[in-house]
């Protein structure tokens, strides 16, 4: 019974992403370049700006060493309460035919999030170092929570696809009901990704952390 339901599930999401190739490669690529910006912008970055950012992840390293015991449950609420608000203004933006822009912006700007985030630790570490810091305190997360995000925005996109192909109050509810239950099942991934970075890569990164 186990099998039958995971292959039946590996065979929806196979589904859903070959009836939304063209989607998830436009958006993947607005992901992309928004990682690229990120990491051109800290390539870039000189001076005062490069010297606080330098200084903000070796505090954040110390202070990490320094605190024995960490509030696992306020750090899992407040992760959940940000990814609730992130996945509710892509689905607000995504069933409004303006909103698409805003929706391409998110995922942009989370792309340049995390490559500026990835270029910075690695600035500052060295490459070695740097990418093991990476391996371990992002990747375990960002497996679940970046296709997840990029979900909601083509979600969202084709939305306004069918919208604009029909524009019939009937149609407009039924894709307007298909995009909320399929954004509910995409908070509840990012939820996961949640626990994972606060009870996973939260603790593998204390026991690591004095290597750093």
């Known amino acids: 019974m186990k099998k039958n339901k995971r292959l039946k599930i590996k065979e929806l999401i196979k589904s859903h992403i070959t009836n939304n190739g063209k989607e998830y490669i436009i958006v993947a690529l607005l992901f992309i370049i928004g990682i690229f910006l990120g990491v051109l912008f800290v390539n870039n970055m000189q001076g005062v700006p490069k010297a606080e950012v330098t200084d903000y992840i070796n505090n954040f390293i110390e202070k990490f060493k320094n605190t024995e015991n960490i509030n696992n449950i306020n750090l899992l609420r407040s992760n959940i309460i940000q990814n609730v608000i992130l ?4 689905w ?3 069933t409004t035919v303006i909103g698409l822009p805003v929706v391409f912006g998110i995922i942009g700007y989370r792309g340049f999030c995390l490559g500026y985030t990835i270029s910075t630790i690695i600035s500052i570490m060295g490459l070695q170092k740097g990418l093991l810091f990476v391996a371990i305190s992002l990747i375990p997360q960002s497996i679940i929570a970046i296709p997840t995000i990029l979900a909601l925005g083509v979600s969202g ?3 306004y696809k069918s919208i604009m192909k029909d524009k ?5 509810k039924v894709e307007v009901v298909r995009h909320t239950i399929f954004s509910l099942i995409m908070l509840i991934a990012l939820s996961i990704s949640s626990i994972i970075e606060i ?3 939260t603790q593998i990164l204390k026991v690591t952390i004095k290597y750093f």
């Open 87 to 90: 996945a509710i203004i892509i």
């Open 92 to 94: 607000f933006f995504g």
């Open 157 to 159: 996109f084709k939305l």
């Open 168 to 172: 019939r109050k009937e149609n407009i």
């Open 199 to 201: 009870f996973v890569s």
